[in-house]
């Protein structure tokens, strides 16, 4: 089932995620709305996405987050779409990129793209710029969704993320199915694991 580019940093995969989004039946019925609605109750405030891709989560934030993505041509995608954004490399030399400046770190549909020690390097390279007590967020798809891209390379449920959290002195506030109860997650590709881990503000 597994369909697309097997890599995330290439122009190919920049451009079959702008197709689907795209597609004419989720621009007239609005299908962002409900998952908007959801990372916004999170209360991220002010918040770093990485792993932006080209925009969806930015452009639920609004103006409250700034993207960063290891493909150059999705952060252009980004920055056409008026959202801030910057390359893996740009972002450490930014404006953006200072100590605990960010009220959370979000990684939506990142996770499963990572090895185990690439996401233990993703979370200890963006912590610095997070203040005290602040949260990391993640979403990541259930079954059908993680089978329908071939670039994905683990399963990342509940227990995974719990454990990436924990690895960081993150306790788990949060941990819930969206939009539909978990056995949902085996028949609708846009069932999402959803995990919200607070640090100590001390």
């Not at 610095?128 to 969704?145: A, C, N, S």
Request: include cysteine; hydrophobic fraction near 40%.
């Amino acid at each position: 089932m597994a369909k697309g580019p097997t890599e995330t940093s290439g122009a190919d995969y920049a451009e079959r995620l702008v197709a689907l989004q795209q597609v004419w039946w989720k621009r007239l019925l609005n299908v962002q709305a409900p998952y908007g609605w959801n990372l916004r109750r999170l209360e991220p405030g002010r918040c770093i996405e990485i792993g932006c891709g080209i925009g969806r989560n930015l452009a639920h934030l609004r103006g409250k987050g700034v993207g960063v993505d290891h493909n150059e041509h999705m952060v252009a995608v980004c920055r056409r779409r008026g959202f801030v954004a910057y390359s893996t490399p740009e972002f450490p030399r930014s404006p953006e990129a200072k100590a605990v400046a960010f009220d959370s770190l979000l990684f939506s549909h990142v996770i499963e793209h990572t090895t185990a020690d690439e996401a233990t390097e993703l979370l200890e390279s963006y912590l610095p710029y997070l203040r005290p007590g602040g949260q990391v967020i993640f979403e990541t798809p259930q079954e059908v969704g993680y089978r329908s891209d071939s670039s994905h390379r683990r399963f990342a449920d509940f227990e995974l993320l719990s454990a990436l959290s924990s690895q960081f002195g993150a306790k788990v506030e949060r941990q819930y199915s969206f939009p539909f109860p978990r056995p949902a997650g085996r028949l609708f590709i846009y069932n999402e694991f959803v995990l919200a881990a607070r640090f100590s503000a001390a």
